[in-house]
C-alpha cells in the first residue's frame, strides 16, 4: 500500500523533547517535498516544517524556529522532526505530508498534498 505513516508523538512537559518520524511506505521519498503540519481543536491546520528530500532546503513556521529541526534519511526513507523546548501551544495532531517537485516553502502554504498520514497526537503539559 502507498502510504506516509507517522509516529513518535507522546505527552511530554513543557520544556521536553519528541522526535516524530514519517515513514514512506510503497514509494520513495526522492525529488518529494516531506512536511509536517499540525491541527489542533477548534484551530486551521497550519505548516510546521518541510524539507526538500533531494537537497538540503527546508523551511519551518516563525512559532517553532529554533525549537524544530526537520531531516532525512534518505536510506530509511523516512523524515524526522526534532522538537525541543515544547510548549502547551505545541498541542496538536501532527500531520507527515508528502508531494512531488515542492520547494518546502510552497509546501508549508499548501493543504493539497498528495499524500497524508493519519497523524500523531502531541499534548504538551504545563
Known amino acids: 500500500e502507498v502510504q506516509v505513516v507517522e509516529s513518535g508523538g507522546g505527552l511530554v512537559q513543557a520544556g521536553g523533547s519528541l522526535r516524530l518520524s514519517c515513514a514512506a511506505s510503497?514509494?520513495?521519498?526522492?525529488?518529494?517535498?516531506v512536511s509536517w503540519f499540525r491541527q489542533a481543536p477548534g484551530k486551521e491546520r497550519e505548516g510546521v516544517s518541510s524539507?526538500?528530500?533531494?537537497?538540503?532546503?527546508?523551511a519551518y513556521v516563525d512559532s517553532v524556529k529554533g525549537r524544530f529541526t526537520i531531516s532525512k534519511d534518505n536510506a530509511e526513507n523516512t523524515v524526522y522532526m526534532q522538537m525541543d523546548s515544547l510548549k502547551p501551544e505545541d498541542t496538536a495532531v501532527y500531520y507527515c505530508?508528502?508531494?512531488?517537485?515542492?520547494?518546502?516553502?510552497?509546501?508549508?502554504?499548501?493543504?493539497?498534498?498528495?499524500?497524508w498520514g493519519r497523524g500523531t497526537q502531541v499534548t504538551v503539559s504545563s
Open positions: 505530508a508528502a508531494d512531488y517537485g515542492l520547494t518546502p516553502t510552497q509546501a508549508l502554504g499548501a493543504l493539497n498534498h498528495s499524500f
Open positions: 510503497g514509494f520513495s521519498f526522492e525529488d518529494y517535498a
Open positions: 524539507i526538500a528530500t533531494s537537497h538540503r532546503s527546508v
